[in-house]
């Protein structure tokens, strides 16, 4: 198992704002996983973020609107950047171990 | 393209009765089938898992049956509780480019009922 912590775990923000989600994981990992959660729906894989090197995306989902910062094995932020409406989700940091285990996740509404 | 597909969408199942969601995946490379089980505003959890050499496995009231021949797996709680009242998703991942890559299915809302 892991233990992951993400905050902020909720924000309202204004449209065309950005904000940044951190996400520690309790001990190192190669690998971590960023993913969105829109209302009501299924879990879409946003960036699988690797220490030292860029992080790989999604059809869909692109750099410039997700950044993601992968400084150590146990830490990692996504971006979301000129928010609008349609950003309104959950967002939800992952890593691997035997099985995918979630952080609460990041629930952000824009106005 | 929908690589798991899930059924039903929404599930009422009265207390102490048996909750069923069903699975069927296309993608014949995935090797690790685990169900998520997701309270609102909570991060989804992982529930139980199975690989596709066995048949079935069983942990406490939760249950997957396996069908590699059809493609499908099926998640089954018995003696459904309040508690149990929860979104759950399926999921299929196999390896891609050196690491797991999991599908979620569309998920079920489960309402047990007292």
């Known amino acids: 198992s892991a233990v992951i912590s993400q905050k902020p775990s909720r924000d309202i923000c204004q449209r065309g704002t950005s904000l940044t989600i951190q996400c520690q994981v309790d001990?190192?990992?190669?690998?971590m996983f960023w993913y969105r959660q829109q209302p009501g729906q299924s879990l879409t894989l946003i960036a699988t973020a690797n220490q030292g090197s860029e992080a790989t995306y999604e059809s869909g989902f692109v750099i410039d609107k997700f950044p993601i910062s992968r400084p150590n094995l146990t830490f990692s932020t996504l971006t979301v950047s000129n928010m609008s409406p349609e950003d309104s989700s959950i967002y939800l940091c992952?890593?691997?171990?035997?099985?995918?285990?979630f952080g609460s996740g990041t629930q952000l509404s824009v106005l | 393209q929908q690589q798991v597909k899930q059924s039903p969408q929404s599930l009422i199942v009265q207390k102490g009765g048996i909750s069923i969601i069903n699975c069927a995946y296309e993608n014949t490379a995935f090797d690790y089938f685990p169900w998520y089980q997701q309270f609102p505003g909570k991060g989804p959890a992982l529930l139980i898992a199975i690989r596709p050499d066995v048949s079935e496995k069983k942990e406490g009231r939760f249950t997957i049956s396996f069908n590699k021949s059809a493609k499908q797996f099926s998640l089954h709680i018995m003696d459904s509780q309040p508690g149990d009242s929860a979104t759950y998703f399926c999921a299929a991942s196999g390896n891609s480019g050196g690491y797991q890559k999991v599908t979620f299915g569309t998920g079920t809302k489960l309402q047990v009922i007292p």
């Open positions: 001990s190192q990992v190669t690998m």
């Open positions: 992952s890593v691997y171990r035997g099985g995918l285990f």
